[in-house]
């Protein structure tokens, strides 16, 4: 081989860790990447127990099915990162049914909906809440497919954190836990949550109401316990934006309760994201008005 022959890429994650730092690293995130890359999935990583990207990374819009891209984020973070997995474009979505604040396994019971977990794909989340695995039925598109189902029921199509990934539950770690087989080989989504998840206007219709992405269960959990990591950017623009739309009410009222709802969270946002994320709802609402939106 000649000196300027290049060394054909190794397409063994671990063993690329290995390659790159000359220690071998021992690490079950590295391994289940590995392997979710292999199933068909691209990869990225959070601050370890938590859900949140890493200061400077843009967290799945980083996913990446590169073996090299994501040794090099490995070394650059930590070997032990929690791990996510993009699900855009690969036909495959999750049911998350909550558990620790709204019940979403009585709100199914409640709604006639049933799930026999022995016959599914999915994980035990660290507040014994789940996250179901299935593929999204031929001619049923991803992003017409509605979010919030239910009171502590919702349909992810952009992004979810699996295990072995851990998370802080009172100052304790708890783990993310794997059932089934592999993700890639999920069963269909049954028919009623297809019929439950498609319920959202379209251009053309008649109806005009805008959906929701949070149901007026999750907005009082809200005001009672704060703004959820992971979900703070989100959740302050919708429920500032729902006000916002009610007419003729004072924006700075609007403004101080955002403020004392962050304040109840477990990590508040800084104010100076806060006041960017209102401005934002605001301006939205006042072009949404002036169309003749509300």
């Not at 999935?41 to 996913?63: E, I």
């Not at 909550?98 to 006639?112: C, E, R, Y």
């Not at 005009?208 to 992971?230: E, T």
Request: aromatic share 8%.
């Amino acid at each position: 081989m000649s000196e300027d022959t290049k060394k054909p890429l190794n397409t063994n994650l671990q063993a690329n860790v290995q390659e790159v730092s000359n220690n071998f690293i021992s690490s079950d995130f590295i391994i289940k990447s590995h392997e979710l890359i292999e199933q068909g999935f691209k990869v990225y990583l959070l601050a370890q127990g938590t859900n949140t990207p890493y200061k400077g990374s843009r967290g799945h819009l980083d996913a990446t099915n590169n073996v090299r891209q994501l040794t090099e984020m490995f070394l650059k973070y930590k070997t032990n990162s929690n791990i996510g997995i993009s699900l855009v474009d690969t036909g495959v979505a999750v049911l998350d049914i909550d558990k620790h604040s709204t019940n979403g396994f009585q709100s199914l019971i409640q709604s006639g909906h049933t799930l026999n977990l022995d016959n599914e794909v999915w994980e035990m989340t660290p507040r014994s809440g789940v996250h179901i695995y299935f593929k999204i039925p031929d001619g049923v598109r991803a992003d017409e497919l509605k979010h919030n189902l239910m009171a502590g029921v919702e349909l992810l199509t952009d992004k979810v954190t699996v295990a072995p990934s851990i998370k802080l539950v009172d100052g304790i770690e708890a783990e993310y836990k794997h059932f089934g087989g592999d993700i890639s080989e999920c069963s269909v989504m049954p028919d009623w949550l297809v019929k439950m998840a498609s319920n959202v206007p379209k251009s053309g219709d008649k109806q005009k109401k805008r959906v929701p992405r949070y149901s007026i269960d999750q907005r009082i959990n809200m005001m009672i316990n704060g703004f959820d990591v992971g979900e703070r950017n989100n959740q302050i623009m919708s429920f500032a934006g729902w006000l916002l739309s009610i007419r003729n009410i004072d924006p700075n009222l609007v403004y101080e309760l955002v403020q004392k709802i962050n304040s109840y969270s477990a990590v508040p946002l800084p104010d100076k994201e806060v006041n960017t994320i209102f401005r934002s709802a605001y301006n939205r609402e006042v072009k949404r008005a002036s169309m003749g939106g509300r």
